[in-house]
């Protein structure tokens, strides 16, 4: 199994900057991407930003522009470096991981959450 423990969430202004960080322990060994959900008060989960092993990026078209992943695969950490963010953005934002288990067997596993909130 694979824990994620995220940090770095809080209240800023509009047009201030959030930078979320998550480390991953456990068996990293099975990590084929880690990215960041999130989600707003009566709303669904959605992807924000997710990088691969190999390095491939995938971005919501909201943030796209605004936001970065990065990822430190040596220590198993990815990062989110939010900059010009709006009351929009205001969400959970969840860390998460896809694992790999072989035989075409996926999992994901969540991290418990961190409150973002943009105030206007």
């Known amino acids: 199994q694979v824990q994620l423990v995220e940090s770095g969430g809080g209240l800023v202004q509009a047009g201030g900057s959030l930078r979320l960080s998550c480390a991953a322990s456990?068996?990293?060994?099975?990590?084929?991407?880690m990215g960041w959900y999130r989600q707003a008060p009566g709303k669904q989960r959605e992807l924000v930003a997710t990088?691969?092993?190999?390095?491939?990026?995938d971005y919501a078209d909201s943030v796209k522009g605004r936001f970065t992943i990065s990822r430190d695969n040596a220590k198993n950490t990815v990062n989110l470096q939010m900059n010009s963010l709006k009351p929009e953005d205001t969400a959970v934002y969840y860390c998460?991981?896809?694992?790999?288990?072989?035989?075409?067997?996926?999992?994901?596993?969540w991290g418990q959450g961190t409150q973002v909130t943009v105030s206007s």
């Open positions: 998460y991981t896809k694992l790999n288990y072989g035989m075409n067997t996926w999992r994901d596993a």
């Open positions: 990088m691969h092993n190999s390095g491939s990026t």
């Open positions: 456990g068996t990293t060994f099975r990590i084929s991407a």
